[in-house]
């Protein structure tokens, strides 16, 4: 190797400095100088504001490599991704002003701590800081060796983090850095300063990073419950204690359950390219194994292994993540096209990192490449310049590929004690208050302790006898929206024209003035001889910027009140590249979802729910009095054929049977009992006849329930995979013939309107066919539809709301492991056609 | 056209479903009523976005509020969410039963089946 020519100009070379990241396991902190542009890349662990164990602090060793004094100024800061071993001690160095920045590129930290605005995570939890303290912990790396002192203030530095990063980042703003918040915020703006070092964000995208966030936001909320329930076991655990419980040697093995590798995912990939030679720089990214449940973010994980590729070769390139095997393997090395020298940093505690994998990968090439890492060599610099670059390293030597992990002693985890749940005897008592009893509502508060425990609470409540409304001498609370529950601010539109030729001018007139009296939005007039919903979507659109705080929309009137909308559930490219098949709608459904549309972008920012006429007053004032289920009793019907249901129906809370049919007839003794609050029906279905559901293998093929199976009264939730289960008109969108008339389903014709009649809460379905999985673990097609709806329903969701949440839930999925066109198409078709009847709030 | 033939189709049906087969065309597919074909989807008031404009939709307005930026425009990712190009695409074939039930039992109405030319076997059914 030529040495470098000392006479090159300083201006010309480039310089990586991989930081000593001290005692600590982990850790990453890259000072890099492109001439005399420096770009400091994360900021090692918190502690690293002081020397410590003789190893110098990273102000020292900026101060020395830039040759300033404190305070350090770089032009630009990233921070790739929110774990505390790589914001580090960097918020510590801002508050204290010694390191400045011009520029900063950094993870948004609402994505990186997965917080949807508004949504209160910890209240829950807030009254046993150690809850907070444990989720906190348990999304960082997990420190299996830390004990005593260092781990408590692992622990403390966790429950800070947040607050110390945003806290730095309003520093960093007040002081006039120019701050970019990745995922959130553009950064053409600092390509474009930091052009002339040729910085390229290779990614990930915004798509990437949101799908990311959402992960972590569902598995910080696992984090939480878990934390909280082993305080529940062991009241007297203190935090460090559950930690080293529940992290143990094998913690690794159940990454896809905690929110580090999702975190780890966000990280910003920066490519640096000066003087001819490219540079790779991607925190913690997971090249090799992406380790999150997430087909979308396995897809851009891949895309971005591409781009990294087609990048290639590297003067440099960072070993993501540590060196640990889920960032790099030998396939990745091949992707990486003769890049000849790598690195990585990782504290001089660190076990497992670099992992053994990645270290025989590199000495497999040991003759064709330099390997530098910081656990062994301390501090190392690499200079770049017309000639061989040249290394410089504290200690150790080049090539060293010894793993860490040999002979480390591990912490035996003691075993958690069982203790007996202590009754509400033992211990605080419930308390019921009725904190209000005024208006259409009693509020009633109960206290209950937080223990293994059933309570059981009734109230009886009678009515005020003043609920009489005058003013238009008809009985205005004819017709008590809700049954006269405190609903959310809901915009319900009608045409009142149309309405009166559907189920007459007397019941319309009492309907409207109970809306009315009861202070409900209702927006009424919309026109009469509307075909299309193109006519009508922009006057509700108008409604809903009036009315702002509407969290949902409610239809009252089948499809000739108002028109829903004959909707191509595919993409036109995708529709383009469909083979021909035997799709019964030929992926055309009917979908109401452009009434909750506010942006005007076709798609629906709030929820929709439709309450079919049926050509009947009774109906619509049914439909529009329910009170609303319990959660006592499920009841379910499938077919024999659709294994997949039973899983989904063995969720459900509450007690009943999932009749199966072929066995289970409509009109066998006992006779089928679908009074419960939750009924689930995975049946077939037809979009003539929908008076009837039918399973598979009845003799004489009999249907499983007909409309004599539905009960008298009900007040539960129905949720459907039947075909045209919840089609109200005989025509299927994809049949409609212009200028043709289409009928109306009524409630003596079909069992979703039949349910309605009896005072259903919501009854959810498909417009159009419906497909199974048939396959295990059932988790495409239509399964995770269903298991999404039911899981926020039982979350404490609104039916109209839990389709909703479902359904975004199920974008997040898609496509669910089968990823052919016609796969893609059919899971398309499920997610635009399901569809919410009823009041559904 | 079709991937398989009729004949490698009926006997994955025959496997997979026993007492369904592959309908007859003069059975016609699983629409009995006559279907809109001319531009199928000429009717249709709307398409559905990409997947990965729904996506990014969706999780932007609940991590950063409805006007927040698109920033897919101006980076022009690749599309995360194309389906995977495959020479063995998967078939959707109408099955009757071997014994159809009276015409006009609607419960015996040809379905459409789901059947995976790699795997040759039904991954999917109707209802």
């Known amino acids: 190797m030529t040495p470098l020519n000392e006479a090159a100009d300083a201006n010309d070379q480039t310089r990586i400095h991989l930081l000593d990241v001290g005692p600590d396991e982990y850790g990453d902190a890259i000072l890099c100088q492109f001439g005399d542009r420096s770009v400091l890349i994360d900021g090692s662990h918190p502690g690293d504001h ?218 910003i990939i920066t490519r640096f390219e000066f003087k001819g030679k490219k540079y790779l720089f991607a925190g913690d990214f997971q090249f090799s194994k992406p380790e999150v449940n997430s087909v979308p973010l396995a897809n851009s994980v891949r895309r971005l292994r591409r781009k990294v590729s087609q990048e290639a070769p590297f003067a440099f390139y960072k070993i993501s993540h540590h060196a640990s095997h889920n960032a790099f393997s030998e396939e990745i090395y091949d992707e990486l096209n003769g890049t000849p020298l790598f690195g990585t940093c990782a504290g001089q505690s660190s076990t497992h990192h670099p992992s053994r994998d990645v270290l025989n990968t590199l000495r497999e090439h040991r003759t064709e490449i330099k390997w530098l890492r910081t656990d062994r060599n301390g501090l190392v610099t690499l200079t770049f310049g017309p000639g061989e670059p040249q290394i410089k390293k504290a200690k150790g030597r080049v090539n060293d590929f010894q793993p860490n992990d040999v002979d480390i002693p591990v912490p035996v985890p003691e075993p958690i004690p069982k203790k007996p749940a202590p ?41 005020r006898g003043d609920q009489q409304v005058s003013g238009t001498g008809a009985a205005t609370d004819a017709v008590r929206i809700g049954g006269g529950r405190a609903l959310p601010e809901l915009l319900f539109v009608t045409s009142r024209d149309a309405l009166v030729e559907h189920i007459g001018q007397l019941e319309t007139a009492t309907l409207i003035d109970s809306f009315h009296a009861q202070n409900m939005t209702l927006f009424d007039s919309l026109p009469a001889n509307a075909t299309r919903s193109s006519e009508t979507a922009p006057l509700v659109r108008e409604q809903l910027e009036a009315h702002p705080n509407a969290r949902g929309v409610v239809i009252v009137g089948g499809y000739n009140v108002v028109p829903s909308q004959i909707l191509d559930s595919l993409p036109s490219g995708l529709r383009q590249s469909l083979p021909p098949n035997d799709d019964p709608d030929r992926f055309i459904v009917w979908s109401d979802e452009i009434y909750g549309d506010l942006d005007g972008d076709g798609l629906p920012e709030i929820p929709v729910s439709r309450i079919p006429d ?84 009845t003799p004489n093929n009999l249907e499983a329930i007909n409309l004599s199976n539905l009960p008298d009264e009900f007040k539960g939730v ?71 709806f039911w899981s926020a329903y039982n979350a404490g969701k609104p039916p109209a709301q839990a389709l909703f949440d479902a359904k975004i839930d199920y974008i997040r999925g898609m496509p669910h492991g089968r990823t052919g066109v016609l796969q893609t198409a059919i899971e398309y078709k499920i997610l635009r056609q399901y569809t919410c009847l009823g009041l559904g709030w | 056209m079709s991937k398989l033939s009729r004949e490698e189709l009926q006997k994955i049906i025959a496997e997979d479903l026993p007492g369904y087969r592959v309908a007859n065309e003069d059975e016609g597919s699983v629409a009995d009523a006559p279907v809109f074909n001319e531009g199928i989807n000429a009717n249709a008031e709307a398409e559905t976005p990409d997947l990965s404009d729904l996506r990014v939709k ?68 109707q209802g």
């Open chain 1, 423 to 463: 009754s509400p005897a033992q211990g605080q008592t419930p308390k019921i208050v009725v904190s209000s009893a005024r208006g259409e509502v009693v509020e009633v508060t109960a206290k209950i302790p937080h223990t293994t425990t059933r309570v059981t609470i009734t109230v009886d409540v009678s009515p």
């Open chain 1, 50 to 267: 002081q020397p410590r164990e003789g190893h110098p602090s990273i102000p020292q060793q900026l101060a020395t490599l830039l040759e300033q004094q404190e305070p350090i100024t770089v032009d630009l800061l990233i921070i790739t991704h929110a774990h505390q071993d790589h914001i580090g001690c960097v918020p510590k160095l801002v508050a204290d002003e010694r390191l400045n920045a011009t520029w900063a590129l950094v993870i948004d930290p609402g994505l990186g701590w997965g917080r949807a605005p508004g949504e209160d995570r910890d209240s829950a939890f807030a009254e046993d800081p150690r809850v907070l303290t444990l989720a906190a912990a348990l999304r960082e790396e997990p420190r299996i060796k830390l004990t005593g002192e260092a781990l408590d203030q692992f622990l403390a530095d966790a429950l800070t983090l947040e607050d110390r990063y945003n806290q730095m980042l309003a520093t960093l703003d007040q002081r006039g850095t120019r701050i970019i918040r990745f995922g959130r915020q553009s950064t053409q703006a600092l390509g474009q300063e930091f052009a002339d070092i040729g910085l390229k964000i290779i990614g990930p995208s915004q798509e990437h990073v949101l799908n990311a966030a959402e992960i972590i936001n569902n598995l910080s909320h696992d984090s939480l419950e878990r934390a909280a329930d082993i305080f529940r076991q062991d009241n007297s655990l203190d935090v460090a204690s559950a930690y080293k419980r529940i992290v143990t040697p094998d913690f690794d093995s159940i990454d896809v359950v905690r929110p580090g590798p999702a975190v780890n995912l966000q990280s």
């Open chain 1, 614 to 697: 049926g050509r009947s007053a009774s109906l619509v004032y049914r439909a529009l009095q329910s009170s609303g289920p319990g959660n006592s009793r499920r009841a379910g019907v499938r077919n024999v054929a659709r294994p997949f249901a039973r899983q989904i129906f063995n969720e459900l809370p509450g007690d009943g049977p999932l009749l199966v049919s072929k066995m289970a007839v409509f009109n066998q003794n006992p006779a089928i009992d679908l009074a419960a609050d939750q009924v689930y029906l995975m049946l077939h279905g037809d979009f003539v006849d929908a008076s009837r559901f039918w399973g598979e293998g």
């Open chain 2, 58 to 125: 969706y999780l932007r307005e609940k991590y950063l509020g409805g006007g927040a930026a698109n920033l897919e425009t101006e980076d022009a990712p690749e599309n995360d969410s194309a389906p995977e190009e495959d020479p063995t695409e998967d078939e959707i074939v109408a099955v009757t039963p071997d014994n159809p039930a009276h015409p006009w039992d609607r419960g015996g109405r040809p379905k459409a089946t789901v059947v995976s030319a790699k795997e040759k076997k039904v991954i999917g059914q």
């Open chain 1, 718 to 788: 129905v949720f459907t995979g039947c075909c045209w289960g919840a089609l109200t008109v005989d025509t299927p969108a994809g049949r409609v013939v212009p200028g043709r008339s289409i009928g109306l389903k009524t409630a003596e014709s079909s069992i979703a309107l039949g349910f309605l009649a009896r005072g259903a809460s919501a009854f959810i379905g498909c417009t159009g066919a419906h497909y199974s999985p048939t396959e295990e673990p059932f988790n495409y097609f239509g399964g995770p539809m269903h298991r999404a």
